[in-house]
């Protein structure tokens, strides 16, 4: 299957600042990647989904100012978390979908820690 | 709205046990439905899809069959292995058109534990 590396794996940082989490398609041309967040004990919920070179479109409830999402190319996005906060920790995965897949693959998933 | 119902775990095995992992859902259109697999340090892997009711899905032995009547995707294999500990999710898409499942509801996932 294609591969989709998300880095990092992990992060920890302090209150108030900045986390920028890259996907990127290694082996084919993602059009299509969606950004999901897992809190614990609970279901992966999608928060957006990005098509490359257009604004990303957020699910109810997400806040875009606070979830900045690039998808400047066919092979990276990025989800930016801005002015971090203790209730934004949670595990974050993106995936992956070319034209060609019927299927969108995923990374490994990075798990985010605000202290 | 749409949502998944996972049983929850951990679940724990002995080598060559039965699994069941039990998967509900609830759509407000025809869904398809999927199990994914996530392993330690990697990301999340299809295991299995049924895109219709009465389908079977099935992969490495595991099994699951989409029944509309129950509204459930139950995951199923005759003979866990340790290499079967894992992650796994049930999830749906709604896609229209069937043929692209980018968009997906998920379960809370369950613990699989295999012990030799």
């Known amino acids: 299957g294609a591969v989709v590396s998300q880095h990092p794996s992990w992060v920890i940082c302090k209150s108030g600042t900045s986390v920028k989490i890259e996907c990127r398609s290694l082996?084919?041309?993602?059009?299509?990647m969606f950004w999901y967040r897992q809190f614990p004990k609970q279901s992966l919920m999608l928060m957006a989904t990005?098509?490359?070179?257009?604004?990303?479109?957020?699910e109810q409830g997400v806040e875009k100012d606070k979830f900045l999402i690039n998808h400047a190319s066919l092979t990276l996005s990025t989800l930016t978390v801005t002015s971090a906060h203790p209730e934004d920790s949670s595990f974050y995965i993106c995936s992956a979908k070319g034209t060609g897949n019927t299927e969108a693959f995923f990374g490994q998933g990075t798990r985010l820690t605000v202290v | 709205g749409d949502s998944v119902t996972q049983m929850e775990g951990p679940v724990t095995l002995s080598e060559e046990a039965f699994l069941t992992i039990n998967c509900t859902y609830t759509a407000t259109g025809y869904p398809s439905l999927f199990w994914y697999v996530q392993y330690p340090g990697e990301g999340l892997q299809l295991l299995l899809k049924a895109t219709k009711a009465d389908d079977k899905g099935s992969n490495k032995g595991f099994e699951a069959t989409y029944r509309k009547e129950t509204t459930s995707f139950h995951l199923e294999k005759g003979s866990v292995q340790v290499s079967d500990s894992a992650v796994y999710f049930c999830?749906?898409?709604?896609?229209?058109?069937?043929?692209?499942?980018?968009?997906?509801?998920f379960g809370q996932g369950t613990i699989l534990t295999v012990h030799p």
């Open positions: 082996d084919f041309q993602a059009t299509t």
């Open positions: 990005s098509n490359e070179g257009s604004k990303a479109t957020y």
């Open positions: 999830a749906l898409s709604l896609n229209a058109g069937g043929t692209s499942y980018g968009k997906l509801t």
